[in-house]
């Protein structure tokens, strides 16, 4: 067991990992080794002190370097699920992995997808967010699948090899995933329907018969990702040391509300990471 868990690589989990590794904890970060997209993409940084004007390349590259200086690797797995416990936390991961830790700082950024009506209200009954974790309940069923990148085409192909049918609804272009069993649907889905559990995936002229609904995403929502986690207006609540309504549970970043900004989230990191550190003492 560590001592806590940071889920997110953007600035406000680096932030915190760079923090804690100063308080000398022990400590895992999970997201991607090419850290954020929204800064790499960013094409000039206005307002972050010390660095006026920077481009989002050049400041990636040096966060990349500071980490690799620093000894800190990020863990490139996605994250399907943080679980409270007595004395801590469980984190599990989509490639099936457990993690335990004493503490957990939630960087997870913000959902640039909104969520689709009715999809928060079937999570564990039909809607699901993770492939190689519920893939094989579906086993000769039919299922929808929503997917917003590219990246994670081989999860389609994965629950292909399980489902007897998939409707596919790619929020990207050039699909290159090709089975069969696979129907692609070039139209946004309005709202999940059902009973005790998924039985229709709804779009504007049809409606479309589904045992289940994958939701495969860059990032899921804090509120899905962590049971019981007191959000509003998909934003975790949190105090001004970061702490969440989960005891040893912090937040920082975007996904703690506007301004969604480098700066405020880098604040933030650094603040969670002291108050863990506290939290822990």
Not at 207 to 236: C, K, Q, W
Request: proline share 3%.
């Amino acid at each position: 067991m560590v001592d806590c868990i940071i889920i997110g690589s953007g600035l406000a989990g680096i932030s915190a990992a760079l923090t804690l590794q100063a308080n000398r904890k022990e400590f895992l970060i999970f997201g991607s080794k090419a850290l954020s997209e929204k800064i790499e993409k960013a094409e000039k940084i206005h307002n972050y002190p010390g660095l006026p004007d920077v481009s989002g390349k050049v400041f990636s590259e040096a966060l990349k370097a500071q980490l690799e200086s620093a000894g800190i690797e990020v863990k490139e797995e996605k994250v399907a699920g943080v679980y409270a416990l007595k004395s801590g936390f469980t984190v599990l991961t989509q490639e099936g992995k457990q993690y335990e830790s004493r503490a957990v700082i939630l960087a997870c950024g913000v959902e640039s997808v909104r969520q689709i009506e009715g999809e928060e209200e079937f999570s564990g009954r039909g809607v699901s967010y993770c492939a190689t974790c519920d893939g094989f309940l579906y086993k000769d069923k039919t299922i929808g699948v929503v997917c917003t990148t590219k990246r994670l085409e081989h999860e389609i192909g994965y629950l292909a090899d399980f489902a007897k049918r998939v409707y596919l609804v790619p929020m990207y272009k050039n699909v290159e995933v090709r089975r069969e069993n696979i129907t692609i649907i070039q139209k946004m889905p309005t709202k999940i329907v059902g009973g005790k559990r998924v039985e229709q995936l709804v779009f504007p002229t049809e409606e479309v018969p589904v045992d289940g609904v994958f939701m495969l995403r860059e990032s899921v929502s804090p509120a899905i990702l962590v049971g019981g986690l007191h959000t509003e207006n998909g934003h975790v609540v949190v105090g001004r040391d970061m702490s969440t309504n989960l005891n040893g549970l912090y937040a920082a970043g975007d996904c703690t509300g506007r301004p969604y900004q480098y700066t405020k989230a880098a604040g933030e990191g650094n603040i969670a990471a002291h108050s863990v550190s506290e939290y822990l003492r």
